[in-house]
C-alpha cells in the first residue's frame, strides 16, 4: 500500500505499464535539423547569478528508458539521443544543480519542452525525457541540487537552520535556469532556436509550471501544469488535517470502512449530472452525508464491522477540510469521491488497535520546514496546534513557495497559454485549492472571459492525482496545448478517457471551469457525444 500511494506521486510518470504521456503531434513542426546531430561538448553561457562548473555530452542509443529513484517506470522505442549535461552553482551557496537535456539525433521537431518533477524531487525520472525524444522534442529537466521524491536530507543545513539555497532552487530559480540553459544548448546543437517552448508538469511539476507563469512569464510559449501542488505552504500543512483528525478524535476507522464512504457517496451523487454513469460529475457540489451510513455493517478482511457515528464524524470532518477551533475554514478538505486512504491512512499498532499512518510528503514538510525538527512526531499535532502550524508555514514560506500570486498580467503580455487539468477525485491535492486560485486570477484580471484567453482549466471527474498521465485515464493535454499556441485553437473541452466507478473506460469531454458535464437525455453514456457542458447549478 505505501508503494502504491508513493507512485501516485508521479508528475506525468506513471509506470511504464501505464505510462500516457502526449504525443502533441510532433511530427507537425518541422526543422532544419535533417541531418544527424553531432553529439559535442558545447559551450553555455552561465545564467545570472550562477556559474557553470561542468559540461558533459554523451550519446546515447535510446531503446528502452527505465525511470530512476522510487517511481521508477519505463518507456520503450526511444531514438538515439544526445545528453547534454550542464553543472550551476550559485557562487557562495554551496550547491550543483544540474540541467539535463535530451536532443533527439534525427527527427526533431523543432520544440522544446521542460519537464518538471514530483514530491521534493524537482527533475524527472528519466521516464518523461524519453517519451518527449521519442515525440521528437529537444527536452530539458533539473535536479535543482535535491534529491529523490522523499529525500529531505537537504532541508537543513549543518547547523540545524532551513537551507535557504537549496530551497531557492527547489522553489523558482533552477527551473528557470534549466529553461535559459535548455534553449542554449538546442540553439548550440542544433544551430537555430525551437520554434516554440513548452512546459509540462504536475503535482510538484504542476507548481512549477505555475511558478513559470507568474515569475518568469517570457521562458514559454505554453505551459501545461496538471494538479498543480500550488499554495504548497498551505495546502502541505492542510493535507495532515485527516491524520489530526483521527488522532484527536481516537478513532481510525479501517480502509474497508473508508471505501463504504467513498462509494456511498458517489452513488449519491452520481446522478446529479441526469445520467447514473459512475461519475459524480461536480464533487465539491456533493452533500452526502456520511451519518447516513451510522450503523451499517461492512465486511473487512473476513471480519463484520459496523460503522459508528465516531467513524462518520471523521469522514465529516475530513471532506470538510482543516478549520481552526473557532471554526473559520483554512483550506479544501478530501474531495468527495476521492481515496481517503491517501491521506486517512492506518496500519495496526503495537497493541493490535489501529494508529495512523500519515503521508510522507506533508509530514516532511511539517517537521523538517516547520518545526525545523527531522524528529518531530506530527500525531502529538492538536487542533489548535493545526492552527499555529498553517498560519506559521504560510507567514514563513509563501513568498518564497507559495505560488499563488494571481498577477499573471506578464504571461498574458508574453502570448502565453496556461492549460490545466485536475482530478475531481484527487486524494493528496485537493481540487477546489486549483479552483480557489483560479478564481483569484479572474478577481485580479477582470473576469473569467480575459482570463480564458490565455488560462483555462478542466475538472476531470472521478480522476485521481495526476490519473488522467495514464494512472486512471488520460487526456492529451499537450496537443490542445500545442494547438492553442500554434494556431490559435483555445480549447473549449478537452477530450478525455475517464474510469468510471465501476473500473470501465468511458469517454468524455471535459468541460472547461467552471461549466460541467450533463447528460442530454438520450445517447449512449460512454460516448462523450451524449454530454454536454452546462453551467453548474448553485447550491
Same mark, same amino acid.
Given at each position: 500500500?505505501? %508503494?502504491?500511494?508513493? $507512485?501516485?506521486? /508521479? +508528475?506525468?510518470?506513471?509506470?511504464?505499464?501505464? #505510462?500516457? @504521456?502526449? *504525443? =502533441?503531434?510532433?511530427?507537425?513542426?518541422?526543422?532544419?535539423?535533417?541531418?544527424?546531430?553531432?553529439?559535442?561538448?558545447?559551450?553555455?553561457?552561465?545564467?545570472?547569478?550562477?556559474?557553470?562548473?561542468?559540461?558533459?555530452?554523451?550519446?546515447?542509443?535510446?531503446?528502452?528508458?527505465?525511470?530512476?529513484?522510487?517511481?521508477?517506470?519505463?518507456?520503450?522505442?526511444?531514438?538515439?539521443?544526445?545528453?547534454?549535461?550542464?553543472?550551476?552553482?550559485?557562487?557562495?551557496?554551496?550547491?550543483?544543480?544540474?540541467?539535463?537535456?535530451?536532443?533527439?539525433?534525427?527527427?526533431?521537431?523543432? %520544440?522544446?519542452?521542460? $519537464?518538471?518533477? /514530483? +514530491?521534493?524531487?524537482?527533475?524527472?525520472?528519466? #521516464?518523461? @525525457?524519453? *517519451? =518527449?525524444?521519442?515525440?521528437?522534442?529537444?527536452?530539458?529537466?533539473?535536479?535543482?541540487?535535491?534529491?529523490?521524491?522523499?529525500?529531505?536530507?537537504?532541508?537543513?543545513?549543518?547547523?540545524?537552520?532551513?537551507?535557504?539555497?537549496?530551497?531557492?532552487?527547489?522553489?523558482?530559480?533552477?527551473?528557470?535556469?534549466?529553461?535559459?540553459?535548455?534553449?542554449?544548448?538546442?540553439?548550440?546543437?542544433?544551430?537555430?532556436?525551437?520554434?516554440?517552448?513548452?512546459?509540462?508538469?504536475?503535482?510538484?511539476?504542476?507548481?512549477?509550471?505555475?511558478?513559470?507563469?507568474?515569475?518568469?512569464?517570457?521562458?514559454?510559449?505554453? $505551459?501545461?501544469?496538471? +494538479?498543480?501542488?500550488?499554495?504548497?505552504?498551505?495546502?502541505?500543512?492542510? *493535507?495532515?488535517?485527516?491524520?489530526?483528525?483521527?488522532?484527536?478524535?481516537?478513532?481510525?476507522?479501517?480502509?474497508?470502512?473508508?471505501?463504504?464512504?467513498?462509494?456511498?457517496?458517489?452513488?449519491?451523487?452520481?446522478?446529479?449530472?441526469?445520467?447514473?454513469?459512475?461519475?459524480?460529475?461536480?464533487?465539491?457540489?456533493?452533500?452526502?452525508?456520511?451519518?447516513?451510513?451510522?450503523?451499517?455493517?461492512?465486511?473487512?478482511?473476513?471480519?463484520?464491522?459496523?460503522?459508528?457515528?465516531?467513524?462518520?464524524?471523521?469522514?465529516?470532518?475530513?471532506?470538510?477540510?482543516?478549520?481552526?477551533?473557532?471554526?473559520?475554514?483554512?483550506?479544501?478538505?478530501?474531495?468527495?469521491?476521492?481515496?481517503?486512504?491517501?491521506?486517512?491512512?492506518?496500519?495496526?499498532?503495537?497493541?493490535?488497535?489501529?494508529?495512523?499512518?500519515?503521508?510522507?510528503?506533508?509530514?516532511?514538510?511539517?517537521?523538517?520546514?516547520?518545526?525545523?525538527?527531522?524528529?518531530?512526531?506530527?500525531?502529538?499535532?492538536?487542533?489548535?496546534?493545526?492552527?499555529?502550524?498553517?498560519?506559521?508555514?504560510?507567514?514563513?514560506?509563501?513568498?518564497?513557495?507559495?505560488?499563488?500570486?494571481?498577477?499573471?498580467?506578464?504571461?498574458?503580455?508574453?502570448?502565453?497559454?496556461?492549460?490545466?487539468?485536475?482530478?475531481?477525485?484527487?486524494?493528496?491535492?485537493?481540487?477546489?485549492?486549483?479552483?480557489?486560485?483560479?478564481?483569484?486570477?479572474?478577481?485580479?484580471?477582470?473576469?473569467?472571459?480575459?482570463?480564458?484567453?490565455?488560462?483555462?482549466?478542466?475538472?476531470?471527474?472521478?480522476?485521481?492525482?495526476?490519473?488522467?498521465?495514464?494512472?486512471?485515464?488520460?487526456?492529451?493535454?499537450?496537443?490542445?496545448?500545442?494547438?492553442?499556441?500554434?494556431?490559435?485553437?483555445?480549447?473549449?473541452?478537452?477530450?478525455?478517457?475517464?474510469?468510471?466507478?465501476?473500473?470501465?473506460?468511458?469517454?468524455?469531454?471535459?468541460?472547461?471551469?467552471?461549466?460541467?458535464?450533463?447528460?442530454?437525455?438520450?445517447?449512449?453514456?460512454?460516448?462523450?457525444?451524449?454530454?454536454?457542458?452546462?453551467?453548474?447549478?448553485?447550491?
Amino acid at each position: 500500500m505505501r %508503494r502504491r500511494f508513493l $507512485i501516485a506521486l /508521479a +508528475a506525468g510518470v506513471p509506470l511504464a505499464t501505464a #505510462v500516457y @504521456l502526449p *504525443t =502533441a503531434s510532433a511530427g507537425a513542426q518541422t526543422s532544419a535539423a535533417s541531418t544527424p546531430l553531432d553529439c559535442g561538448t558545447v559551450p553555455v553561457k552561465a545564467p545570472e547569478g550562477t556559474e557553470v562548473e561542468s559540461v558533459t555530452a554523451v550519446r546515447q542509443d535510446g531503446g528502452t528508458i527505465k525511470g530512476t529513484g522510487i517511481l521508477q517506470g519505463e518507456v520503450t522505442g526511444v531514438p538515439a539521443f544526445c545528453e547534454v549535461t550542464v553543472t550551476l552553482a550559485h557562487p557562495g551557496d554551496g550547491d550543483h544543480a544540474k540541467v539535463t537535456t535530451w536532443l533527439p539525433e534525427q527527427g526533431w521537431n523543432g %520544440r522544446f519542452q521542460a $519537464i518538471g518533477g /514530483a +514530491a521534493y524531487r524537482a527533475s524527472d525520472n528519466g #521516464v518523461g @525525457l524519453g *517519451t =518527449a525524444v521519442k515525440n521528437g522534442y529537444a527536452v530539458t529537466t533539473t535536479d535543482a541540487g535535491v534529491g529523490d521524491v522523499l529525500d529531505i536530507g537537504w532541508a537543513l543545513n549543518g547547523e540545524g537552520r532551513i537551507n535557504k539555497a537549496l530551497l531557492e532552487n527547489f522553489a523558482s530559480r533552477s527551473q528557470h535556469e534549466a529553461a535559459v540553459v535548455g534553449k542554449d544548448v538546442v540553439a548550440a546543437m542544433y544551430g537555430e532556436h525551437a520554434s516554440y517552448a513548452y512546459f509540462t508538469g504536475c503535482s510538484t511539476g504542476g507548481r512549477q509550471g505555475y511558478m513559470e507563469a507568474q515569475r518568469y512569464p517570457d521562458d514559454y510559449d505554453g $505551459i501545461l501544469a496538471d +494538479a498543480p501542488a500550488i499554495s504548497w505552504d498551505e495546502y502541505e500543512v492542510a *493535507t495532515l488535517w485527516p491524520q489530526v483528525v483521527m488522532n484527536n478524535e481516537k478513532t481510525y476507522p479501517t480502509g474497508c470502512e473508508l471505501e463504504a464512504f467513498t462509494k456511498a457517496a458517489v452513488k449519491a451523487c452520481d446522478p446529479l449530472d441526469g445520467a447514473e454513469d459512475g461519475l459524480v460529475n461536480d464533487a465539491s457540489r456533493c452533500d452526502f452525508d456520511p451519518r447516513r451510513l451510522i450503523g451499517t455493517k461492512v465486511v473487512c478482511e473476513g471480519k463484520e464491522l459496523v460503522i459508528t457515528a465516531a467513524d462518520a464524524a471523521v469522514v465529516r470532518k475530513i471532506w470538510d477540510g482543516p478549520r481552526t477551533t473557532t471554526g473559520k475554514k483554512l483550506w479544501p478538505g478530501v474531495p468527495v469521491g476521492a481515496d481517503l486512504k491517501g491521506l486517512a491512512a492506518t496500519m495496526p499498532g503495537t497493541n493490535g488497535t489501529l494508529e495512523g499512518v500519515p503521508f510522507p510528503v506533508p509530514a516532511h514538510w511539517v517537521s523538517s520546514w516547520v518545526k525545523k525538527d527531522p524528529s518531530f512526531d506530527v500525531s502529538t499535532i492538536t487542533y489548535s496546534q493545526f492552527t499555529e502550524l498553517f498560519q506559521q508555514s504560510r507567514a514563513e514560506y509563501d513568498d518564497i513557495i507559495g505560488t499563488d500570486d494571481p498577477d499573471l498580467s506578464g504571461f498574458r503580455a508574453s502570448g502565453g497559454k496556461l492549460l490545466t487539468w485536475h482530478g475531481d477525485a484527487d486524494e493528496y491535492i485537493p481540487t477546489q485549492g486549483t479552483v480557489k486560485y483560479r478564481k483569484q486570477v479572474e478577481r485580479k484580471m477582470g473576469g473569467a472571459r480575459k482570463v480564458d484567453d490565455f488560462y483555462r482549466l478542466f475538472i476531470a471527474p472521478n480522476t485521481n492525482h495526476c490519473g488522467l498521465n495514464g494512472q486512471d485515464g488520460s487526456a492529451d493535454g499537450l496537443a490542445a496545448l500545442t494547438a492553442w499556441v500554434e494556431h490559435g485553437k483555445a480549447p473549449k473541452t478537452l477530450p478525455a478517457t475517464l474510469i468510471d466507478a465501476d473500473g470501465e473506460r468511458v469517454a468524455r469531454n471535459l468541460c472547461r471551469y467552471p461549466q460541467v458535464s450533463r447528460y442530454k437525455g438520450y445517447g449512449d453514456l460512454n460516448a462523450a457525444s451524449s454530454f454536454r457542458c452546462v453551467s453548474p447549478f448553485r447550491h
